[in-house]
């Protein structure tokens, strides 16, 4: 079946500095990924989609600058947290659309954050 | 607004039993239809999928039924299992490569 992987896992880090999370697709290519943020006991929240070679298109409300996306290939996108402050802790989980297939996102494990 | 609503946040239903989740959305543009499952610090599992031109789609335990005129859909587990208990998602999509808009999640448990 189609995998997505995320690294880290999970990550501390001290509010002020940037921190950057891997999606890849291991065994399918994928032109669109997806990035959510889950907070506790709510619905994954989409942030912005992210399409190889192009501009990542994001959701209302999410801070581009903050919020940096690049998907530089057809396996891998990142997300990178700038300037990270407490209130960025959550759980971030990306998906991705194997191109080859229909409507199905295939999801990462999720990486949970914590500023501290 | 909510376009897809899970309105029943738990479910509890013995082993062996059916189980039922809902889901209702009022998006009318939604085309596609997707239930995913998720533990706990896990990413979500892809279960079933139906699209709108379906009024039923069965997988293994797994059904769903959509119901159009009502913007309804239910996922059927049958027999359920300790195994399946877990935080289910409905998700809806309009048109190819489109994102999807999720619900807010039930939580399914599955008494032995």
């Known amino acids: 079946g189609a995998v997505v992987s995320q690294h880290p896992s999970w990550v501390i880090c001290k509010s002020g500095t940037s921190v950057k999370i891997e999606c890849r697709s291991l065994?399918?290519?994928?032109?669109?990924m997806f990035w959510y943020r889950q907070f506790p006991k709510q619905s994954l929240m989409l942030m912005a989609t992210?399409?190889?070679?192009?501009?990542?298109?994001?959701e209302q409300g999410v801070e581009k600058d903050k919020f940096l996306i690049n998907h530089a290939s057809l396996t891998l996108s990142t997300l990178t947290v700038t300037s990270a402050h407490p209130e960025d802790s959550s759980f971030y989980i990306c998906?991705?659309?194997?191109?080859?297939?229909?409507?199905?996102?295939?999801f990462g494990p999720g990486t949970r954050l914590t500023v501290t | 607004d909510q376009q897809v609503k899970q309105n029943s946040p738990s479910l509890s239903v013995q082993e062996g039993r059916i189980s039922i989740l809902n889901c209702d959305y009022t998006?009318?543009?939604?085309?596609?239809f997707l239930w995913y499952k998720k533990y706990p610090a896990e990413g979500p599992t892809f279960l079933i999928s139906?699209?709108?031109?379906?009024d039923k789609n069965e997988d293994g335990r797994f059904t769903v039924f959509l119901n159009k005129s009502a913007k309804h859909l239910s996922l059927h587990i049958v027999p359920s299992q300790p195994g399946d208990s877990a935080v289910y998602f409905c998700?809806?999509?309009?048109?190819?490569?489109?994102?999807?808009?999720f619900g807010k999640g039930i939580t399914l448990s599955v008494r032995p």
């Open positions: 998006n009318s543009m939604f085309d596609y």
């Open positions: 992210s399409n190889e070679g192009s501009k990542a298109t994001y």
């Open positions: 998906s991705a659309r194997d191109m080859q297939g229909d409507y199905e996102q295939y």
């Open positions: 998700a809806a999509s309009t048109g190819a490569n489109s994102k999807l808009t």
């Open positions: 065994d399918f290519q994928a032109t669109t």
């Open positions: 139906i699209s709108s031109i379906k």
